[in-house]
């Protein structure tokens, strides 16, 4: 079944650029997502990539999807303290019926 | 609403007590998900509606789950004698399409569901 991966922590300082890292096994997949959660609410819609896509850049956040690796990433520039989230990886391999296959999270932590 | 509705947004029950957990969609939206969120696990898909109709159900954990959605809006979910392991956030999404294309799911703020 379709499976996605990612690291459960990343820790990084204020001002400093985060990645977060994102596997996934389903090639059939036609978008890819990443949602961020903040503490006590719902998951909100960061952004998304087209599969035949490699890149994509809106504002503070750049998303990089090598389909030949099936390896997703979320880099977010100039990191702030309001960016300590969880942060999802989802992929619509079935879509519809099937919903997303989402990630288990990565939380990421900001160190002043 | 401007976006998805969960009630209750705290449930504490007993072992064996039944709950009933409520989404109200974003208006327009026909498609409908609700997914559990377990304490550091991922999102588990638990069932989608189209319209009234639930497609697939193959998510719900057990036959002690069940789900309607009438009108094409709001929509139930129902633990019956709930046990410990059911304790989780469950969360609801809506969409405009669930085409499978692009899926773009709006979610609501969850319920925290607490069996003691």
């Known amino acids: 079944g379709e499976d996605v991966e990612q690291s459960l922590f990343l820790s990084v300082r204020e001002g400093d650029s985060s990645v977060i890292n994102c596997t996934y096994t389903d090639s059939s997949s036609t978008y890819l997502y990443w949602y961020k959660q903040e503490p006590g609410a719902g998951l909100q819609l960061l952004t998304y990539?087209?599969?035949?896509?490699d890149m994509k850049q809106d504002q503070r956040l750049t998303v990089l999807l090598n389909k030949k690796d099936k390896h997703l990433s979320l880099r977010i520039a100039d990191t702030q303290t309001g960016d300590s989230a969880i942060y999802f990886c989802a992929e619509d391999s079935g879509g519809g019926a099937d919903g997303l296959t989402f990630g288990k999270g990565t939380h990421l932590i900001i160190q002043p | 609403g401007a976006g998805v509705s969960q009630s209750p947004s705290n449930k504490v029950t007993e072992k064996g007590k039944d709950v009933e957990l409520r989404c109200d969609p974003i208006s327009g939206h026909t498609a409908l998900y609700w997914y559990r969120q377990s304490l550091g696990q991922g999102l588990e898909f638990l069932i989608y509606?189209?319209?009234?109709?639930?497609?697939?159900k193959s998510g719900l954990p057990s036959d002690r789950f069940s789900a309607e959605r009438t009108g094409g809006s709001v929509s139930t979910l129902t633990i019956q004698r709930t046990q410990q392991e059911d304790s989780a956030v469950y969360l609801c999404?809506?969409?405009?399409?669930?085409?499978?294309?692009?899926?773009?799911?709006?979610f609501g703020s969850g319920t925290q569901l607490s069996v003691l």
């Open positions: 999404a809506s969409s405009l399409a669930g085409t499978g294309t692009n899926e773009k799911l709006f």
């Open positions: 509606f189209q319209g009234n109709s639930a497609p697939d």
């Open positions: 990539i087209f599969s035949n896509m």
